[in-house]
């Protein structure tokens, strides 16, 4: 059994930066990918950043080129910092995580396509973070 706790939300002006964690505890060895999405009131949760492998990072196009994803395997923690904010980036921001590969390529395809995802699309959610944009 695996355990995610995500860290590091708050609220912050446009422009500001933020940096979340999510940290993994339990049974992490078969872990294969972990990924951020985010949920906003009245929206789907859709696809942010993943990586899986240890090295094949994705963005979301709405959020390339201001946030970085980056994993310290040695901590079992996965980070999003997060530059030049913007309002439409306030969310509550999830990491998920799978120790199926298959579901890794679905993490990944939904990732790059800015897709929606729910629950049960994968096998462990942490409690979420919230983000707050202020204009």
């Known amino acids: 059994q695996v355990q995610l706790v995500e860290s590091g939300g708050g609220s912050v002006q446009t422009g500001g930066s933020l940096r979340l964690s999510c940290a993994a505890s339990?049974?992490?060895?078969?872990?294969?990918?972990m990924a951020w999405f985010r949920q906003a009131p009245g929206k789907e949760r859709e696809g942010v950043a993943s990586?899986?492998?240890?090295?094949?990072?994705s963005y979301a196009d709405s959020v390339k080129g201001r946030f970085t994803i980056s994993q310290d395997s040695a901590k079992n923690t996965l980070y999003l910092q997060m530059n030049s904010l913007k309002p439409e980036d306030t969310a509550k921001y999830y990491c998920?995580?799978?120790?199926?590969?298959?579901?890794?390529?679905?993490?990944?395809?939904?990732?790059?396509?800015?897709?929606?995802?729910?629950?049960?699309?994968?096998?462990?959610w942490g409690q979420g973070t919230q983000v707050t944009v202020s204009s």
């Open positions: 990586i899986v492998s240890g090295s094949t990072i």
């Open positions: 998920a995580a799978e120790s199926f590969f298959p579901k890794c390529i679905k993490m990944q395809t939904t990732v790059i396509l800015g897709a929606s995802a729910s629950a049960p699309d994968f096998s462990v």
């Open positions: 339990g049974y992490t060895t078969n872990l294969l990918c």
